[in-house]
């Protein structure tokens, strides 16, 4: 894993929403994330992970052509632009690959395609615009290394690859032999996470697993969930680092999704504390609601158009921007939480005292989500609290208000 990799926190942007072009016809939007950089740096990421930006017939997920910028973002000169931009600020470049699956208008030889039990193309999932390739077929290995050859000399630093679990791990395996340097994330949602590392020879696979149970847990009151998943989550860190978050382009908003708006905090913490590579998903540093529904346009709420800048944003996001700051600062200043274990040290239905722990150092994340104030019966000696939903008064480290929650360090 690239040294620049083990630090990288991400703001993820799916661009044709981002910038309107979802429904649109040719224009320079791309340049539109440019005059968002400095906001980006400023809530303290250090890299843009950028949805599909390639010419497409519609989402950016049904590609037709994997070295065209998609003529709704721009061009080329529009890409470098943005990536001379973003490195300029220190910020690293993560694209979407999708090679999975092909747009109908994506021109290939017909044996690069997967056929099904009546020998006709497959199609990914149902979904008739979406043509599976045939990752047994050489050519369509030469033509992925090459596409992402192409876009890494031109300044990304890694791909999130789409629908990584619906390939074969042997063909990540012969690409990772081919681009030894570059970062790759495979989009992995079930499944046995280390096994899929292994056999793919990936860095990094998303980790739905706990982004379900960070939700999941503080809805139901139930905190054994997360420790659950967070025991999971330890396993993988022997093959690889997972890719952690709250919110995606898939799925529905995290301040939409939690039952407590008061426990949105708590699993910004969780994030943040424990193991993985996180991402932000745009809007959500700014409490942005939205549904993800299984219907035709049942996407766009969650790939809203952002304004032209910052200061287009509505005043009620911001505490939330800046809580996101304060946590994100905890996560930079101490970077070997990257690949720290995370064990419980208290646990209840409704309160967790969660140690994370490295050769560098150790961090305890209190959680309380019951309806009283908890003194969670934990050794914090020589810890103090880095951060907390509450000012300290006073109080004692280890006592959490109701639906509170403090880092020790």
Do not use: C
């Amino acid at each position: 894993m690239s040294g620049w990799a083990e630090h990288a926190i991400w703001w993820h942007v799916y661009p044709l929403g981002f910038t309107g072009a979802l429904h649109a016809g040719p224009g320079h939007r791309l340049g539109q994330l440019v005059d968002w950089l400095d906001y980006a740096v400023e809530l303290g990421v250090s890299g843009l992970q950028l949805g599909p930006v390639f010419a497409s017939h519609t989402h950016g997920y049904d590609t037709v052509d994997h070295f065209r910028v998609d003529p709704r973002l721009g061009d080329d000169a529009d890409f470098d632009a943005l990536v001379a931009a973003a490195r300029g600020r220190g910020l690293h470049l993560l694209l979407d690959g999708v090679f999975n699956h092909v747009g109908q208008g994506f021109d290939a030889p017909d044996h690069w395609f997967r056929r099904n039990g009546t020998g006709e193309r497959d199609v990914f999932e149902g979904h008739g615009g979406l043509l599976a390739l045939d990752h047994d077929q050489p050519e369509v290995l030469d033509h992925v290394v090459r596409v992402m050859r192409h876009w890494l000399d031109r300044g990304a630093s890694g791909w999130r690859l789409d629908a990584a679990y619906a390939v074969p791990p042997a063909f990540w395996r012969k690409v990772r032999d081919r681009l030894p340097d570059a970062w790759l994330a495979g989009e992995v949602i079930h499944g046995d996470y280390g096994a899929y590392l292994r056999e793919s020879g990936l860095d990094s696979v998303t980790q739905y697993e706990l982004w379900k149970a960070t939700w999941s847990s503080l809805n139901d009151r139930n905190l054994f969930e997360l420790a659950w998943a967070l025991d999971r989550n330890n396993g993988v860190l022997a093959d690889g680092v997972p890719m952690t978050f709250l919110g995606n382009h898939d799925v529905t908003r995290i301040a939409t999704r939690l039952a407590d708006e008061r426990h949105l905090g708590h699993a910004l913490a969780v994030l943040f504390t424990v193991a993985g590579v996180p991402s932000v998903y745009y809007g959500d540093e700014q409490a942005f609601q939205g549904v993800k529904e299984d219907r035709a346009g049942g996407d766009d709420e969650i790939r809203p158009a952002f304004p032209a800048t910052p200061a287009g944003l509505a005043p009620y996001g911001w505490p939330v921007y800046r809580l996101h700051q304060r946590l994100i600062g905890v996560r930079r200043r101490h970077p070997w939480l990257t690949r720290a274990r995370t064990e419980p040290v208290h646990l209840t239905n409704t309160a967790a005292a969660l140690a994370s722990t490295a050769p560098d150092g150790r961090i305890l994340t209190l959680l309380n989500i019951g309806d009283t104030p908890a003194d969670l019966p934990v050794d914090a000696t020589g810890l103090e609290i880095l951060e907390s939903d509450t000012p300290a008064d006073g109080r004692a480290p280890t006592a959490v208000p109701a639906h509170g929650w403090t880092i020790l360090g």
